[in-house]
């Protein structure tokens, strides 16, 4: 069975800071999804990465994988308050998507 | 272009009644699903369907059923609901399997 991992759960940020969130996982993977939730709100798909080594970047957020190290990260750079949301990684296995339990970011002035 | 639509957003069920949640898509996407969000968790794949009449188990099946009878559409039944049924419920499409999946905006369902 595969299990997701994320942490931290729940990330406190000051504005202009910059913080990394981990993403592990247990079995093998064709693929890595990153998605956005904002409060009340569906799911908004981030990033999408690929292979061993992909790295995907969109204004302040990186995301990159590692495949043998069964780990994706996703950096903010230099957070701001809009990028407060609650983030998860979904790993694909055999076509099906399993979801980590989120981490929710605050970014503070 | 609405992409995936929920029906109802928001029910309030008593023990032991029944519903239907409706989703929607306009994509012509072959894979349809439904997860259930619980506080503090991520998304629990309860069934989902790899085109029009056809449907599988997801993590979470028991206490729902599901119907595909066209492609656009993907229902969701609670036959008996209990309070454990108590949760948020999104619907998703994708293309292909494992591909990007398309978020409906969700149905807060409470069962007292």
């Known amino acids: 069975e595969l299990k997701v991992e994320q942490n931290p759960l729940f990330l406190s940020m000051q504005e202009g800071k910059n913080y990394t969130i981990y993403c592990n996982y247990s079995t093998t993977s064709d693929r890595l999804y990153w998605y956005r939730q904002d409060p009340g709100k569906s799911l908004e798909s981030l990033f999408v990465l690929l292979s061993n080594g992909a790295v995907k970047q969109e204004g302040r957020l990186m995301a990159s994988l590692d495949t043998k190290a069964r780990l994706s990260t996703l950096h903010i750079t230099a957070a701001v308050h809009d990028l407060s949301a609650t983030y998860f990684c979904?790993?694909?296995?055999?076509?099906?998507?399993?979801f980590g339990d989120g981490t929710t970011l605050t970014v503070k002035p | 272009n609405a992409g995936v639509t929920q029906t109802p957003k928001f029910r309030v069920l008593k023990t032991g009644q029944s519903m239907t949640l409706l989703c929607a898509q306009d994509?012509?996407?072959?894979?349809m699903y439904w997860y259930r969000q619980d506080p503090g968790m991520g998304l629990r794949l309860i069934h989902y369907?790899?085109?029009?009449?056809?449907?599988a188990k997801g993590e979470v099946p028991d206490g729902y059923n599901v119907s595909r009878l066209k492609k656009q559409n993907f229902l969701l039944g609670l036959e008996s609901a209990a309070p454990s049924q108590t949760s948020v419920y999104f619907c998703?499409?994708?293309?292909?399997?494992?591909?990007?999946?398309?978020f409906g905006p969700g149905t807060r369902l409470t069962v007292l």
């Open positions: 994509m012509n996407h072959e894979y």
């Open positions: 998703a499409s994708s293309a292909l399997l494992g591909d990007t999946q398309y």
């Open positions: 369907s790899v085109g029009e009449g056809t449907t």
């Open positions: 979904a790993v694909v296995n055999a076509g099906k998507s399993t």
